[in-house]
């Protein structure tokens, strides 16, 4: 097939044919005498796939990587790709929710006052800033490297980890999962946690930001759905899930990021949608305390937090720097 017939076919231009091949990511053969470029359907199978990746916001660099994996151990790097690219672009979806509320906050000042003085305008806008920059995230713990030995760390290190398994066992217990109930895992690592629930019958999807993390809880849980996100951007639709759950990841946000993370997970939650979460904090008062570079936030903060956002709470502390909380939206 030449290239005109091609792009009809695909409903794009020559030009951009002869643009992907200049990038590498085509090379169809020429005939002999005349040069002319010949596609077979191979060809035309990976120029579609190249279109939907770009529809998708992929850049070149990123699909040539993604294909050249492709080619040589099959479709991992590419799926890899693509989450990450969903994940980015929810990242960015709730980004822009945020500005739009801004813009409604200042829509409303202008009804109300007849005017909208300059420092309140300056004020929203470095309010919205400050949520940009606090939802930006970043991987500083190295948890791909983790992944191949986390469950043995979850078993060895009984400083970072005593009281796992019975944490774990009381989420279960207190979320009680009614078969077939909708439950999302966030900082699902290796599975450990949505496992259990799975034994429940709930319906489980995980979320994390390691996608060797992601790969080993597929491994051991093959019927689990797994996204990339974290605690500031859920990869899902508002009111998705009958309850969320987290297991040793909240104390990697600062206070700040946990004040954007509550309404995220609300956000997912069906109304009366319920939050279990285990993880490291102190008994302390104020900021939060600094220890082997993680943030293990004033126990009471987290309770704060979530009483203000419409929950009732209850509690049990497992050891000294161990909390598991159960909050439950009061209408």
Wanted: proline share 3%; net charge negative; charged share 30%.
């Amino acid at each position: 097939m030449k290239i005109k017939e091609v792009a009809d076919r695909l409903k794009i231009t020559q030009r951009a044919i002869r643009f992907y091949e200049d990038k590498g990511l085509i090379a169809p053969s020429k005939q002999d005498d005349n040069q002319y470029r010949m596609f077979d359907d191979e060809d035309i199978w990976r120029l579609q796939t190249i279109i939907a990746l770009r529809e998708s916001g992929m850049s070149i660099s990123d699909i040539r990587t993604a294909l050249s994996d492709a080619d040589a151990h099959g479709n991992g790097q590419l799926r890899y790709f693509l989450e990450l690219q969903r994940s980015v672009m929810f990242s960015k979806w709730v980004e822009m929710k945020q500005i739009i509320e801004t813009t409604d906050e200042m829509i409303d000042s202008l009804k109300r006052n007849q005017g909208l003085a300059l420092d309140n305008i300056f004020a929203l806008a470095e309010g919205s800033r400050r949520l940009r920059e606090q939802r930006a995230w970043e991987d500083r713990w190295g948890f791909d490297r983790l992944a191949g030995i986390h469950d043995r760390l979850v078993q060895e290190d009984e400083r970072k980890y005593g009281n796992y398994d019975e944490a774990l066992s009381l989420i279960v217990k207190w979320v009680s999962p009614i078969p077939g109930e909708r439950g999302l895992d966030i900082g699902t690592g290796t599975g450990n946690l949505a496992g259990r629930l799975i034994k429940e019958g709930a319906d489980m999807a995980g979320v994390d930001q390691s996608n060797e993390m992601l790969k080993e809880c597929q491994r051991k849980f093959p019927e689990m759905e797994t996204k990339l996100g974290n605690f500031l951007a859920l990869p899902y639709l508002d009111g998705k899930f009958d309850f969320v759950v987290s297991s040793f990841a909240l104390h990697h946000l600062t206070h700040d990021q946990m004040r954007m993370a509550i309404p995220e997970m609300r956000r997912v939650l069906k109304p009366r949608g319920r939050i279990c979460i285990a993880d490291l904090m102190t008994d302390g008062e104020g900021s939060a305390a600094r220890e082997e570079g993680e943030n293990y936030i004033p126990f009471s903060n987290l309770i704060d937090l979530l009483e203000s956002s419409g929950y009732v709470t209850k509690f049990q502390k497992m050891n000294e720097r161990l909390h598991v909380v159960l909050a439950v939206p009061i209408r």
